[in-house]
């Protein structure tokens, strides 16, 4: 479902022209380089899940002014299991499905369902402190559970909280940086995917990915000479385009990975309108 027109944003547009500094602990390239040669890593590259991260391409500096872009222009909704942005007034649907396309984690709600039930119903405190109770943690602690665990509902609904996190925090003002904690890697991916002019300019196809690898895998940004991508490069490649893909589409493989780690999509998220 689309955002109501007209569109109101977090920030105004005086503010779209600020970068900043997006800080995060997601070390995908060098806790990878770090596993990979150790006895354990084949547990790793065996998961039905953690496996494509080893396909990951080699790139030490992650490059975020794509997802600054989208993160300035995030539009105000009430829904707290979407988030969407507006790119020269076309609409990008960031969901649980962008997030399955994009790293090919598992998305299953009834296991983060569960969880839920145990941590309030079963194991529940007299006040929320943030901190999952020791007991669902031994629950959890099994490389059986972690094979089969939703890690991709997990990991998409801490992005929705902290996209909205972000917005509170910067009260519409840009500043030097912002913390952006989890896993960040489909939202940095997701402009390059939605925008084909973007991912023209700035991403390239890994000859390393294997037929099956999620998108996050299947293409690398091109190099660069310094760490990253300033915003205004990410403005010129953009320019005024409105060839934008407001939702992603799946491919005909992506379908068959979609039925074994999403639920069915309601059907006006599959229509992508009201």
Known sequence: MQPMQPLEFYFKSSEFSKSSKIQ????????????????????????????????????????????????????CIPEDDVAWFAINGVPIRYSMREHALISGLDCDRLKMTVLFFLGWVIRGKLKDDGHLDLFILRMMDDLDACRSFPWGRLTFEDAIKEIKHVMNHLKGEVKEACTFPG????????????????????????????????????????????????????????????????????????????????????????????
């Open 24 to 75: 995060t602990k997601c070390f995908v390239t060098k806790t990878i380089k770090l596993i990979k040669d150790k006895p354990e890593s084949e547990w790793f590259t065996s998961h039905s899940q953690f496996r494509h991260f080893f396909h990951v391409p080699d790139e030490d500096n992650l490059k975020l002014q794509g997802m600054w872009m989208l993160l300035l222009r995030t539009i």
């Open 183 to 274: 896993f960040i890697i489909p939202l940095e991916v997701l402009a390059f995917e939605c925008i084909p002019d973007l991912e023209k300019t700035f991403r390239i196809y890994s000859d390393d990915a294997s037929e099956d690898c999620p998108r996050m895998y299947t293409s690398r940004f091109t190099k660069f000479s310094v760490r990253g991508y300033p915003l205004e490069d990410i403005y010129a490649a953009v320019r005024d385009t409105k060839v934008i893909n407001s939702v992603l589409v799946p491919t005909t493989g992506e379908q068959i990975m979609l039925a074994r780690i999403i639920d069915e999509e309601r059907e006006y998220d599959r229509q992508g309108s009201p």
